[in-house]
């Protein structure tokens, strides 16, 4: 018998008995349906705080440290002088480049100065990266653009750096309303005059003039931070030092970039899953490393409980539809017993009769898993439409493996429960099934 | 001399009921021969059908051996079964056997579907069936929308669409009236002598007994003669 066949007159049987046929197709519909919402909103709790950490920075971006700090040591339950292994300098950064995954590098140094527009001043943590990577590295400009590696006297200031009046007292400070400076279209300098725009300011420091070309969110640990060309503010840096040297003296300096090491490089990796493995290797060749995805492992980690009871909530529901489509099968059998009979009699082989059962099986669990798939991505956006209106950050999200998946289970569930009354059906004598009325 | 094409060597079949046995074939041996109308005849309860589902392999023997050519029935395992009965086996059965939820066609088909011959040519062989049995009107007819005799004339023409080489009947024309039951006869010999198949067919109708070449009367699951016909068709004299 041939499989064309054999699905014809499943089929046929399956439409001889609508009602049943359908009832139990609900059942897989229910179960289906059930495990696949349940795991979508374990997988959206989880996509949940991906975004979540999405917006403190990209999960994509691995902050890489030298070694050599005071770490926590587990066996000792104390704090320990880590052991220095490579210094974090160029060679370093190009090894990382060099790395597979990795889609760009950059050293990060950071200085506290002065941003200046007009008689207003704010102060800025000015972070130097390499201005064509910037990008990549995640950072979201909400207005203008982001540097490019052509960029020399270029800024991008957060949203949430704030000007003021350096004339004014610091309870006037907070109490006043502040300036509006338009950062892109003002003209603004940097400087590293603590004094500038009082009576103290020192003539001798010349503001430097940048373009202010974007503007990052307001929102987020980037909000107050300048971001610029890391070659120019080395510059300021050694400007500063020589202008510190001068005026305090040479042991007052900075030795901070004596050895032409970096505090922090930023590695940004094609996609999220592949970073913990390029973090292992960094660690490997000696330096410390982290990344968001190291949070959100631990946010998968807390919830992963839950997850499993969600579930198991769902497997509950396709352990009945799974009884159901037995139950289904065996009445089929009671039924049809003659008609076994008379099929056996006139050349059915075992793998016939046996076949003609499970391919009736299959098709309840496939159909109910296609339909449940359905209706999952209905309950799903009604879930994701009430979440989203109470403003809470639950939601469900079903991936293409998920629903395929579900598909592919449901079918296998109805095999699976099919498999006995099957075999009950191929065991029947022939005779006595033929004999009975 | 033709050949025989099944052998039976001291067959029994004991039915154990509780302490009770009940030797429903008790020690019986017979050749058939291709091509012949063979007959088994006897009273209720004389083994008839019990010989004959033997014989199909539709029961196991307690002792003896039966083959079909030079196979060993009793020895062969289901799916050897089916693949046997696939090959060279017809049916027609007192009850027609039709599955209620088939066309007279599909019922017709159904031997050749389980054979695996693609949809355009067993349709074709079926509706030649159907003709020849002259039901092709009838061909789209579900089992309960026809009579008796059109079933079984259905049932007919299933066992004989695959051009099987030995056909079992079971009291085929025990549920019709005479005249259909002689026209029921007809169709069913005619169809085998023209295709020199063997047919085995069971009945207590002695007059329909005529229709075989032989006769072979059960008595208590014994053989208690076998009869020759020597001359035509409805001068009834056996030797
Ligand atoms: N499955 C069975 N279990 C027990 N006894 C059986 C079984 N089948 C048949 N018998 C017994 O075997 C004997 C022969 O039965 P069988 O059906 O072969 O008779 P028959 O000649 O076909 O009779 P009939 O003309 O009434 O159909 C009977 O006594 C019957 O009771
Ligand atoms: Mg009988």
Redesign the interface.
Known sequence: ??TR?MID?AL??LL?RKIRTILTILGVVIGTASIVVMVSIGIGMNKGFAQQLESWGSLQVINVYPSGGMVYDEASDSMKQEKKQDELNTKAVDTFRQMEHVEAVSPVIEEYMYLTAGKYVADASIMGIEPGAMEALGYKVEEGRALSAEDSKAIVVGGGVEFYDPKLSWEMRYTSEPPQVDVLNEKISITYDWNYGTRNADKSIKPIKVDAVGKLSAEGSDSWRVIMPIKELEKLQKARQEWEQKKYGSNNSSNRNQSKEYQQVLVKVDEMDNVQSVQQQIKDLGFRASSLTDELEAMKETTKMLRLVLGAIGAVSMVVAAISITNTMVMAIYERT??IG?????????K?IKGLFLTEAAFIGFSGGVIGIVVSFGISFIVNLVAARQGSTMQSAIPLWLALGGVVFATGVGILSGYLPAKRAMKLS??TA?KTE | MEENIIRIRDVKKIYQMGSESIRAIDGVSLNIRQGEVCCLFGKSGSGKSTLL?LIAG??KPTEGKILFHKKHIERMD??QL??F???Y???V?QSY???P?LTALENVT??L????VPVKERNERAMEMLKAVGLEERAKHKPFEMSGGQQQRVSIA?AFV?EPPVVFADEPTGNLDTKTTYEMMDLITGMAKKNHQTLVIVTHDLELAEYADRIVVLQDGKIEKIQKKLRGKGEGIYE
């Open positions: 018998m041939n066949d007159m046929r049987n001889k003659k008609e008379i099929m056996k009699v006139i050349g059915a082989s075992l016939d022939a005779l033929i | 589902n539709l029961e289901e799916d089916a693949n009965r696939r090959q086996v017809g049916f059965f056997n039709l599955l939820t159904l031997p579907i389980f054979k695996g299933r695959n």
